[in-house]
């Protein structure tokens, strides 16, 4: 064990979607106390109307990152294997709760992969953290240093990206990303605490656009979609082509699109695009048509209950 290795206690994940609550399970899995928090929500649902709640009540305020926690909680299969996990996460509203960050040795950002949703949460992290503390993004593929840009040196010096990949309880691959400002004892920190707290496999990576995993894999994707559409092939014959016939499993494609998210993946080649400078990236990462229009029609995966497929 390095001399660095401190494992982590106590944390924070701010977005409880679909990798935010499954990281948060995973680190509360693993022994960590964590506090997961999202957005306050703009409207009631039918049962909190019924029961006379109001948009200001706290178990209202804290209801994304509560729901995300009972989803998770009964998942099947069971996504834990320490049935004491639940004692260990707490639901929170960022703009009520974001006091309790100075608490977390590590904030993990799993917010919407646009750059101005994440730098407005930046702000509000730099603003609580207890100086020292470790604050990773999960981003796709954003740039790092952009994100650490204009930051106090204490917030610079600590923040990475740890890209964790979907499902983040089965996948292995944790890739570390750091800005030329960040710390070799925060990168070294972090990479034993998913090493050895979290039982992941670290790669560093570089801060190109989609890093490294997410740079094939994206690529992937958007050449089976333009081929499909070429070949005019449905959705059902891409995913048994692409799937057990070629000893892979059976979320290759499609499955794998709606586990990941057609709003995050259309964010994902936006900003590929605009990061690039390469003007090849221009055309490949274009925006594919049917990804566009499943997401107008509010079809964003198994998050909406549909995407390519209907929920199982
Ligand atoms: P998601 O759309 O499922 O969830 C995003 C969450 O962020 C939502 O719950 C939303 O309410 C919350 N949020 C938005 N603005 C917020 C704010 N200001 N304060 C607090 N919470 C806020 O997205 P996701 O798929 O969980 O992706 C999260 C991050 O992980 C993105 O950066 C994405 O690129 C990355 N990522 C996603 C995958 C994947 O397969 N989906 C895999 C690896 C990395």
Same mark, same amino acid.
């Given at each position: 064990m390095s001399q660095s290795h401190r494992p982590i206690r106590q944390a924070a994940v701010i977005g409880s979607g679909v990798m935010g609550a499954a990281i948060a399970g995973h680190l509360a899995n693993a022994g960590i106390r964590v506090t997961l928090l999202d957005i306050a929500p703009d409207r009631l649902t039918a049962e909190e109307e019924k029961a006379g709640l109001t948009l200001d009540r706290p178990e209202v305020r804290r209801r994304l990152a509560a729901a995300a926690i009972a989803r998770f909680k009964s998942s099947k299969p069971a996504p834990l294997y320490d049935p004491s996990f639940a004692s260990r996460l707490t639901p929170g509203c960022l703009a009520d709760d974001?006091?309790?960050?100075?608490?977390?040795?590590w904030i993990v950002e799993a917010v919407t992969e646009r750059p101005d949703v994440k730098k407005a949460v930046l702000d509000l992290v730099e603003q609580h953290r207890a100086p020292g503390s470790i604050v990773s993004t999960n981003t796709s593929g954003l740039s790092v240093a952009a994100l650490a840009e204009g930051r106090s040196e204490d917030f610079r010096k600590h923040f990475l990206a740890a890209h964790f990949f979907n499902p983040p309880r089965y996948m292995k691959l944790v890739e570390l990303v750091t800005s030329p400002d960040t710390d070799d004892a925060a990168l070294s920190r972090l990479s034993e605490v998913c090493e050895r707290q979290l039982g992941k496999g670290v790669v560093v990576a570089k801060d190109? @656009?989609?890093?490294i995993a997410n740079r094939i894999g994206t690529y992937g994707m958007l050449v089976t979609l333009e081929e499909m559409a070429r070949f005019g092939l449905t959705v059902e014959e891409v995913d048994a082509l692409t799937g057990p016939s070629l000893?892979? @499993?059976?979320?290759?494609t499609f499955r794998m699109l709606d586990l990941v998210g057609l709003d995050t993946l259309l964010h994902v080649v936006d900003n590929v695009r605009e990061r690039s400078d390469d003007p090849e990236d221009a055309s490949v990462f274009a925006r594919p048509a049917i990804l566009e229009r499943l997401v107008s029609e509010g079809r964003l995966g198994e998050k909406s209950g549909q995407g390519f497929y209907r929920k199982r």
């Open positions: 974001a006091h309790k960050l100075r608490e977390a040795e190109t @656009p989609n890093f000893g892979r @499993p059976k979320t290759a």
